[in-house]
Each structure stands twice: as structure tokens, then as C-alpha cells.
Nanobody, 125 residues
């Protein structure tokens, strides 16, 4: 069992930055692929970024590529999402997620088994 707790959300002006953190319980964090997803009101949950268990492989949604960076610190059981050049359309609840599968290229919410409670990110224009 893995419990995920996100933090770092808030209100920021367009063009600003935020860094989200997601801390996991348990001793097997380093074996999990970690993903970030977001969900805006009235929309489906969408993929944002994924990082392999080792941190050597990452992938981003086209909408955030070049602006967001996913990273992890396995010694701290934490995954991060650095968000720069934020836009109003980035406004959503952001969720971190974990998967124990052997393949890291996981883009669908259905492929993740553990989820955090979410943290709100609001970008004002």
C-alpha cells in the first residue's frame, strides 16, 4: 500500500511558477513509476508528465512540454513537478499517481493504482 500526499498548489499570475511535491509512504517508492495528472472543472483527468522509477526517463504532454519538469528524489520518497510560464489554461486540480508495473511509459489514468488527494493550481490572467 502506498499513500501519496501532494502539496505546493496555490494561486499564481500568468507567467509565474509553482513547484508541486508529492511525498509517498512506504519503502518501495523507488520501484514505482510516478505520474502527474490534472483535472479541470467539467473535464476529464488528463496526463501531464511521467517519470520512470530511476528518474532517467520522462515524458510530457504536448501542452506542458518545455514549461514543466518532472523529477524525483528516491531518498526522500518525493516526486516534483516544476511548473514555469504558467497559463490560465493550466488551472486544475493536480494529482500525483504511482504504478508498480515494469513499463514506465504510462499515459492513461487507468494504468495507475495509487493516487493522491490532489492540490489546486489556479492561474489568473
Amino acid at each position: 500500500q502506498v499513500q501519496l500526499v501532494e502539496s505546493g498548489g496555490g494561486l499564481v499570475q500568468a507567467g509565474g511558477s509553482l513547484r508541486l511535491s508529492c511525498t509517498a509512504s512506504g519503502r518501495t517508492f523507488s520501484s514505482y513509476t510516478m505520474g502527474w495528472f490534472r483535472q479541470a472543472p467539467g473535464k476529464e483527468r488528463e496526463f501531464v508528465a511521467v517519470i520512470s522509477w530511476s528518474g532517467t526517463s520522462t515524458y510530457y504532454a504536448d501542452s506542458v512540454k518545455g514549461r514543466f519538469t518532472i523529477s524525483r528524489d528516491n531518498a526522500k520518497n518525493t516526486v516534483y513537478l516544476q511548473m514555469n510560464s504558467l497559463k490560465p489554461e493550466d488551472t486544475a486540480v493536480y494529482y500525483c499517481s504511482a504504478s508498480s508495473g515494469s513499463w514506465w511509459y504510462l499515459l492513461s489514468p487507468d494504468e495507475y493504482i495509487y493516487w493522491g488527494q490532489g492540490t489546486q493550481v489556479t492561474v489568473s490572467s
